[in-house]
């Protein structure tokens, strides 16, 4: 096997190689009379066996290397192994096969046994998916057909095929691939890679433990989707996270989930760590414990939808975090069965809103609480929201109330809090007052007339205990009745 040959070297100087042996016994070989066409078929059937064997092949005499390194039909099998893991070798390796096979298809293959380096192995085999034909690789890597399926804002996640690479240190993979993540059998088929299906769009990574630095990872540019998830009890590895993300340029699409985790490990790293940048995402989705280190750390100038999951905990954080605007106790004193991640959520939109602020048309709170003080910032900073969802939000009279358009008082759409919003959806959320929320709305639609706010032209209230029938009936006629949808909390008829 060659391991440790300098490839630049013997690819760009065949004068290092000999046209014949030095031994004039041995001047004449049956193979120079061959045709070279036919060595060519003949090689053929050494890389099937060996898809290595080409490079080894070449290195016989300059007229092997020569021949071999113009005929592109020879280096149409890439394959790479872990096997003496070299990640400077392995990305010239691969470079050197998509660099000689020109534009023909490839036939690509992935051996790893080690799951920490499956993802760079990937990364140098990537670089040209598009011209992929075939994969092989180990069970720890499969492709999923996704279908196309609506969402809660009426817009369709897209189908397509996505790549699901499991890093679990125990393989679990054959039907399990829908109990800790997004994917599921049932929505999803199993595919064998074709080129008919396209190049994966997605990649979806299982059992997160630890993640490569970018460092050693060629950039995944053909990537628009990324999804990662630990199913375990242990957190994130949030800043090697952000280093990882670096390697994906052209992200639209970002979700982590971690839903198992209540308390977020505190690393030291995460302060020096430089965030970064990533200019095409659009949506982002987070479920996970971390979220002040994540938002902290990323700057998304084109960000469009938000959707924080299943984030809240009762548990006490005691991190050592740097004091910044905003991190002083709630002024307000209102109840939350979360304190904790509620200020932890806050400041992590603070800071993400604080480096550049993104145009940010729909936010999704689900079981992601904030505290008041926090809600009035978001309602003054996210000028572009139309769409507004919370689920089981522990939210107060005072949040409702700093929603209210101030119609007649002169103020201007710029300091309404959130001028554009639309759509607001809230669900479970037990602590408002149907007079407060009603009084609400009846300022924005005044304040919708005077052009100061967009006028809200669905309502959705479900199982919000103090919003009764009577309040609905209010609400009905201030709207009209096909733009308020109401489901009564359990109990109450």
């Known amino acids: 096997m060659i391991s440790d040959i300098d490839l630049d070297t013997l690819c760009h100087n065949p004068e290092t190689m000999h046209d014949t042996p030095q031994d004039p016994l041995t001047t004449f070989s049956p193979f120079d009379i061959l045709p070279f066409e036919l060595l060519i078929h003949i090689f053929s059937f050494a890389i099937d066996d060996d898809p290595n064997s080409v490079f080894a092949l070449s290195l016989v005499c300059s007229k092997w290397h020569a021949g071999i390194h113009s005929t592109p039909s020879l280096w149409q099998r890439l394959s790479l192994s872990d096997q003496a893991f070299n990640p400077t070798h392995l990305h010239a390796r691969s470079n050197l096969w998509i660099h000689r096979s020109g534009r023909l298809p490839l036939d690509v293959e992935v051996k790893s046994a080690h799951h920490d380096l499956m993802l760079p192995m990937l990364s140098y085999a990537m670089k040209a998916m598009g011209r992929w034909r075939t994969f092989t690789g180990s069970d720890r890597i499969q492709f999923l057909w996704k279908k196309p399926r609506r969402e809660a804002g009426g817009a369709f996640d897209n189908e397509g095929l996505s790549m699901v690479v499991d890093l679990h240190h125990k393989r679990r993979f054959a039907t399990e691939v829908g109990q800790d993540t997004p994917m599921s059998l049932e929505e999803h088929s199993v595919e064998t890679f074709t080129k008919e299906k396209g190049p994966p769009k997605e990649i979806h990574v299982k059992g997160v433990g630890s993640l490569p630095h970018s460092e050693s990872l060629a950039p995944f540019t053909a990537i628009s989707s990324l999804v990662i998830c630990n199913a375990g009890w242990k957190d994130m590895p949030l800043h090697q996270c952000v280093e990882f993300f670096r390697a994906f340029p052209a992200l639209t699409c970002l979700t982590l989930m971690n839903r198992f985790v209540q308390d977020p490990d505190y690393d030291p790293k995460c302060p020096s760590v430089k965030p970064v940048v990533l200019p095409h995402l659009r949506r982002l989705t987070l479920s996970i414990a971390s979220t ?6 990323m700057t998304t100038p084109a960000l469009e939808r938000l959707e924080l999951m299943y984030i809240n905990s009762s548990v006490e954080y005691d991190h050592p975090i740097a004091y910044v605007e905003g991190d002083s106790d709630d002024e307000a004193h209102d109840f939350s069965r979360s304190p904790w991640t509620d200020r932890a959520t806050g400041m992590g939109l603070r800071s993400l809103f604080g480096r550049f602020t993104p145009p940010l048309r729909e936010l999704v709170m689900d079981f992601a609480d904030l505290r008041t003080k926090d809600f009035k910032w978001a309602f003054g900073a996210m000028k572009d929201l ?22 007649g008082s002169g103020e201007s759409s710029a300091q309404a809090p959130l001028p554009c919003l639309r759509k607001l959806h809230l669900d479970k959320c037990q602590k408002i007052s149907g007079d407060v929320f009603v009084g609400m709305l009846e300022s924005r639609m005044l304040a919708a007339e005077q052009g100061v706010v967009s006028r809200i032209e669905t309502l959705d209230i479900l199982e919000c ?10 609400l009905k006629r201030l709207m009209g009745v096909k733009n308020v949808r109401y489901r009564p909390a359990m109990g109450e008829d």
């Open 386 to 407: 139309e769409i507004l969802r919370v689920v089981a939000s522990d939210m107060s009279d005072k949040v409702i109330s700093a929603l209210a358009a101030k119609a």
């Open 465 to 474: 205990t103090g919003v009764t029938l009577e309040h609905v009936g209010r």
């Open 292 to 297: 002040r280190c994540l938002l902290s750390h």
